[in-house]
């Protein structure tokens, strides 16, 4: 008897008291086992993916320009060719995206030789004392699945005043032609359109300002190659 009692008293201890309960313990530690790597790898998976990329400006695909009216007449528009420059970007975090653009200012061209020498010259940027222009990011809003406002600092001329980019990512991933085109495979792209508007006045550019308009409109439009 008092055998019989003890033996019970160890199965007690060491087995679930039925076979289903024994079944479900043995069920619940599987799924436990293969839950706990599957959570891991996904976490690693979504870390990646979250992850900001640096991404440099492909000058052959990269306009910033500028617009303005003139006299009431008609829109002109002229651009800077000469830039450098990078972003810090990723679609599951665009408030975190940083952007650092440095313009040779003596790039300008509005396809008036006249013309640029006259924008060049100090009653304009003055870009024999004043030879850079710089706008860097201070924050990131995002306002859509795919869109945002840039905020940051513009200095032209010695003056910096902060300015409000509204951007649009346009596209992110390979290079459509990756498949043929050599130079464009291995590697991660991103693409924007960006306006903004700016007082040219505000930069000490305001000559014949507002007969010709004091607002400018800032356009640009990038594809940038993920730096390795």
């Known amino acids: 008897m008092i055998v019989r009692e003890l033996l019970a008293n160890l199965h007690a201890c060491h087995f679930p008291s039925s076979k289903t309960t024994y079944l479900?313990?043995?069920?619940?530690?599987?799924?436990?086992?293969?839950?706990?790597?599957a959570l891991t790898l996904a976490g690693a998976l979504f870390a990646q993916s979250a992850s900001a990329e640096t991404y440099a400006f492909d000058p052959m695909h990269t306009k910033i320009m500028f617009a303005y009216n003139h006299l009431g007449m008609s829109n002109q528009y002229g651009r800077f060719?000469?830039?450098?420059?990078?972003?810090?970007?990723s679609a599951d975090k665009m408030a975190e995206s940083k952007v650092n653009v440095t313009i040779d200012a003596n790039t300008l061209d509005t396809d008036v030789a006249k013309l640029d020498e006259h924008l060049k010259s100090p009653d304009f940027f003055d870009t024999a004392k004043n030879p850079r222009i710089t706008f860097k990011s201070t924050g990131v809003k995002q306002t859509g699945s795919k869109s945002m406002q840039i905020s940051g600092d513009l200095t032209i001329k010695g003056k910096t005043h902060p300015v409000v980019l509204d951007a649009t990512m346009n596209?992110?991933?390979?290079?459509?032609?990756?498949?043929?085109?050599?130079?464009?495979?291995?590697s991660q792209w991103v693409a924007f359109s960006a306006r903004a508007r700016v007082r040219r006045t505000d930069f000490d550019l305001g000559l014949y300002a507002p007969m010709t308009s004091d607002t400018v409109d800032i356009i640009i439009e990038t594809e940038l190659r993920e730096k390795k």
């Not at 479900?24 to 436990?32: E, Q």
């Open 24 to 37: 479900k313990d043995l069920m619940n530690r599987s799924l436990l086992n293969t839950a706990i790597p």
């Open 171 to 186: 596209y992110q991933g390979e290079h459509p032609l990756a498949k043929f085109v050599k130079a464009y495979a291995g």
């Open 81 to 89: 060719d000469g830039f450098e420059g990078e972003i810090v970007f």
